[in-house]
C-alpha cells in the first residue's frame, strides 16, 4: 500500500492490491480520516460505497491494483476509486433469486451522484456525497 496524504488539504490517496484483507483496513482509515475531517456523519454511507468499488476491482478486473481517493469539498465528499479494466461497471436489474448484480445499484442509491472517467490506464468510478446540513442549535 502507498498513502498519501497532503498537509492543509482535504484529500487522502491510497493505492493497493484490492483484497479482502486491504479492504478491512482500508475500511478502517477511511473511517478515521472521515472523523479527523468531521465528516463521519458520512462514515456508513462511504465506507459501504467504497466495499463495493473495492470488491467490484476483486470480482470484476483483471488486475487487482488500483488507487482511492476521496476529497473533502464545500459541496460534499468525493470518492473515487481507480482501476486498470476499461470495462465500466453498470447498473444491474437482478431477479429476487439472483445472488449477484446488487453492488452498482445499492451505490445508485446511496451516493447522491456517480460516473465514470477513462484514464490512460483504465477507468475511475466517482462518486459524490452531499454534506448532511448540521443542526442548529438555538
Ligand atoms: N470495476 C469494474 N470493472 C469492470 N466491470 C465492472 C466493475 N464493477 C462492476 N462491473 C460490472 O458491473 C456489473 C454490476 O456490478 P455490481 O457491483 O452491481 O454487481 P456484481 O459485482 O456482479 O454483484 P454484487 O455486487 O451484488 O456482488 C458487474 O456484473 C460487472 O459486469
Ligand atoms: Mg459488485
Known amino acids: ?35 479527523l475531517w468531521d465528516r463521519a456523519d458520512l462514515s456508513d454511507d462511504v465506507t459501504l460505497c467504497l466495499t463495493e468499488l473495492l470488491t467490484n ?8 491494483a488500483c488507487l482511492i481517493s476521496i476529497q473533502d469539498k464545500p459541496t460534499g465528499l468525493r470518492l473515487a476509486v481507480a482501476d486498470t479494466e476499461p ?18 445499484a445499492l451505490i445508485e442509491k446511496t451516493a447522491h451522484r456517480w460516473g465514470v472517467e477513462w484514464t490512460l490506464s483504465g477507468k475511475r468510478v466517482w462518486l459524490e456525497f452531499r454534506a448532511v446540513p448540521q443542526a442548529v442549535s438555538a
Open 1 to 35: 500500500m502507498t498513502t498519501t496524504l497532503e498537509a492543509h488539504v482535504q484529500r487522502y490517496e491510497q493505492s493497493l492490491d484490492a483484497c479482502p484483507e486491504a479492504i478491512a483496513t482500508v475500511r478502517r482509515i477511511v473511517r478515521t480520516i472521515l472523523f
Open 57 to 64: 476491482v476483486v470480482k470484476h478486473a483483471t488486475c487487482p
Open 87 to 104: 470495462a465500466p461497471p453498470v447498473v444491474r436489474r437482478p431477479g429476487h433469486l439472483s445472488e449477484t448484480g446488487r453492488g452498482m
